[in-house]
């Protein structure tokens, strides 16, 4: 069988806005109270997934989370008309409303955990949405994005949905940020190496400690469990503490893996020789004796707070329809002499075949790169076929969403923007028309007057 991986890229929300939620995110902290741009943000956001789609890659679309997220607010205790509500929630606290029209969702490497029919027992691929636990304003995404993934995959002999882990810090999980498939090419037997920064039940454990660790060992676990994935095709890895410490609040910041080759900083990992060399034993020995191409980059060529202001580790690393590899780098990498001079390095002695960097600032500026705008689907070409297709990018769903952001998104969003109630209106209205775009059904729960 035939098996490609698709990128599905999360479509950047009409409210994106830069509000400094995410404490231990240095890009988020930095930009907190900066206007934003959501128009520039969606259209950066669709050049990318143009771009990759016009390489012949399948590339998919993951719809918008409805902001401000009313729901919570009610449960909150708010009450009143739509504009009342989001007023009382302001004056009680701006930070509270801007947690609620917060368009993280976009980042879908936070979206959920994938495993491939090829790895589970059932040879369905299994989806588990990320709980976000530790942020409050990602907390909010889990049940809507469980719903998306739903109407995305929507084929239950193809497909198995699972809900969210429990909300707690113990099961703290981030989704496929932390999660990295490991296979000779996608199809073949893959390894997953899941990336956990501590472990809830053992208080001895290491842990950093100036900034949360956001994803725990035993929410790993337990999707290892719930996507009945073999022991032998499981490992575990702990990030390394001080790093978290420093900015690198997933393992996407810190390391990027593709089929058989894993780029990480040589610091990404606790005890990395140790890790490093159980990571090598278990894939050969999946294998047949093939050995992981693993790449770690020196501190002495990328210094952690390089890696972490240009996101050179946030780039995707993919296999092109010719077998070249293309690394798709933020265009903040090319800016940074030491990590172009590295990679300009990684070009010449082969490792890679092809650097493109991508302009993604508005995302950037809030601590998203190129590889958190997207989940990673392996699927079959079998499998393919069952996608919802206006959820897949093509000339004609990008022309339709690039001129529907035209319509509908401002060009700029303060902070004091949010108490407008035309916002609210503006931005039902968009998702409204979104839903008949892209076949969502009735995804969102506001009532359009
Ligand atoms: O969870 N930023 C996101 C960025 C997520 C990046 N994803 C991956 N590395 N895969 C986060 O920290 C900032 C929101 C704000 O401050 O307005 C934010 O949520």
Same mark, same amino acid.
């Given at each position: 069988m035939n098996y490609q991986e698709v990128n599905f890229d999360g479509l950047v929300g009409p409210t994106h806005n830069y509000a400094g939620l995410s404490f231990g995110n240095v890009a988020s902290a930095?930009?907190?109270?900066?206007?934003?741009?959501?128009?520039?943000?969606?259209?950066?956001?669709?050049?990318?997934?143009?771009?990759?789609?016009?390489?012949?890659?399948?590339?998919?679309?993951?719809?918008?989370?409805?902001?401000?997220?009313?729901?919570?607010?009610?449960?909150?205790?708010?009450?009143?008309?739509?504009?009342?509500?989001?007023?009382?929630?302001?004056?009680?606290?701006?930070?509270?409303?801007? =947690?609620?029209?917060?368009?993280?969702?976009?980042?879908?490497?936070?979206?959920?955990?994938?495993?491939?029919?090829?790895?589970?027992?059932?040879?369905?691929?299994? $989806?588990?949405?990320?709980?976000? =636990?530790?942020?409050?304003?990602?907390?909010?995404?889990?049940?809507?994005?469980?719903?998306?993934?739903?109407?995305? $995959?929507?084929?239950?002999?193809?497909?198995?949905?699972?809900?969210?882990?429990?909300?707690?810090?113990? @099961?703290?999980?981030?989704?496929?940020?932390?999660?990295?498939?490991?296979?000779?090419?996608?199809?073949?037997?893959?390894?997953?190496? @899941?990336?956990?920064?501590?472990?809830? @039940?053992?208080?001895?454990?290491?842990?950093?400690?100036? @900034?949360?660790?956001?994803?725990?060992?035993?929410? $790993?676990?337990?999707?290892?469990?719930?996507?009945?994935?073999?022991?032998?095709?499981?490992i575990y890895i702990q990030q390394n503490p001080d790093v978290i410490n420093q900015g690198v609040f997933h393992n996407d910041v810190i390391a990027v893996g593709n089929e058989n080759m894993l780029l990480c900083h040589e610091q990404a990992y606790l005890d990395q020789g140790k890790a490093l060399d159980t990571l090598q034993t278990q894939y050969s020995q999946l294998n047949d004796g093939a050995m992981l191409n693993i790449v770690e980059v020196p501190t002495s060529r990328v210094p952690i707070d390089d890696a972490v202001s240009s996101y050179l580790f946030n780039s995707q690393l993919i296999t092109l329809p010719n077998q070249e590899t293309l690394l798709l780098a933020p265009c903040e990498c090319e800016r940074n002499p030491r990590v172009r001079a590295y990679l300009e390095s990684l070009l010449a002695n082969n490792t890679l075949h092809n650097v493109y960097f991508a302009e993604l600032k508005q995302s950037m500026q809030n601590g998203g790169g190129p590889a958190c705008l997207r989940l990673r689907v392996p699927l079959s070409d079998e499998e393919i076929q069952h996608v919802n297709p206006k959820t897949v990018m093509n000339d004609n769903l990008y022309t339709q969403l690039c001129t529907w952001v035209n319509k509908h998104y401002r060009d700029s969003l303060t902070q004091n923007d949010l108490r407008d109630p035309s916002l609210i209106t503006q931005s039902h209205q968009a998702l409204d028309e979104l839903t008949q775009i892209m076949n969502l059904g009735s995804l969102y729960d506001f009532q359009i007057d």
């Amino acid at each position: 069988m035939n098996y490609q991986e698709v990128n599905f890229d999360g479509l950047v929300g009409p409210t994106h806005n830069y509000a400094g939620l995410s404490f231990g995110n240095v890009a988020s902290a930095k930009s907190a109270s900066q206007p934003s741009n959501p128009k520039q943000a969606a259209l950066q956001g669709l050049a990318k997934m143009k771009m990759l789609s016009d390489m012949g890659l399948s590339q998919g679309v993951l719809a918008p989370h409805n902001r401000p997220a009313l729901t919570h607010l009610k449960q909150l205790g708010f009450t009143g008309s739509d504009a009342q509500i989001v007023e009382k929630a302001y004056q009680y606290n701006p930070i509270l409303l801007a =947690s609620c029209y917060s368009s993280s969702a976009m980042w879908t490497a936070n979206a959920a955990t994938v495993s491939p029919s090829s790895d589970t027992s059932d040879a369905k691929v299994h $989806f588990t949405a990320a709980n976000l =636990s530790n942020k409050l304003h990602r907390s909010i995404e889990a049940v809507l994005t469980h719903k998306i993934l739903q109407r995305t $995959f929507a084929n239950d002999q193809y497909f198995a949905h699972h809900q969210a882990l429990p909300m707690h810090d113990h @099961f703290g999980d981030e989704g496929a940020a932390n999660h990295t498939r490991l296979a000779q090419t996608h199809g073949d037997v893959g390894l997953h190496m @899941f990336v956990y920064g501590k472990e809830a @039940f053992n208080a001895h454990a290491p842990a950093p400690t100036k @900034f949360p660790a956001r994803q725990t060992k035993e929410a $790993f676990e337990a999707i290892a469990r719930l996507h009945n994935l073999p022991t032998e095709q499981v490992i575990y890895i702990q990030q390394n503490p001080d790093v978290i410490n420093q900015g690198v609040f997933h393992n996407d910041v810190i390391a990027v893996g593709n089929e058989n080759m894993l780029l990480c900083h040589e610091q990404a990992y606790l005890d990395q020789g140790k890790a490093l060399d159980t990571l090598q034993t278990q894939y050969s020995q999946l294998n047949d004796g093939a050995m992981l191409n693993i790449v770690e980059v020196p501190t002495s060529r990328v210094p952690i707070d390089d890696a972490v202001s240009s996101y050179l580790f946030n780039s995707q690393l993919i296999t092109l329809p010719n077998q070249e590899t293309l690394l798709l780098a933020p265009c903040e990498c090319e800016r940074n002499p030491r990590v172009r001079a590295y990679l300009e390095s990684l070009l010449a002695n082969n490792t890679l075949h092809n650097v493109y960097f991508a302009e993604l600032k508005q995302s950037m500026q809030n601590g998203g790169g190129p590889a958190c705008l997207r989940l990673r689907v392996p699927l079959s070409d079998e499998e393919i076929q069952h996608v919802n297709p206006k959820t897949v990018m093509n000339d004609n769903l990008y022309t339709q969403l690039c001129t529907w952001v035209n319509k509908h998104y401002r060009d700029s969003l303060t902070q004091n923007d949010l108490r407008d109630p035309s916002l609210i209106t503006q931005s039902h209205q968009a998702l409204d028309e979104l839903t008949q775009i892209m076949n969502l059904g009735s995804l969102y729960d506001f009532q359009i007057d």
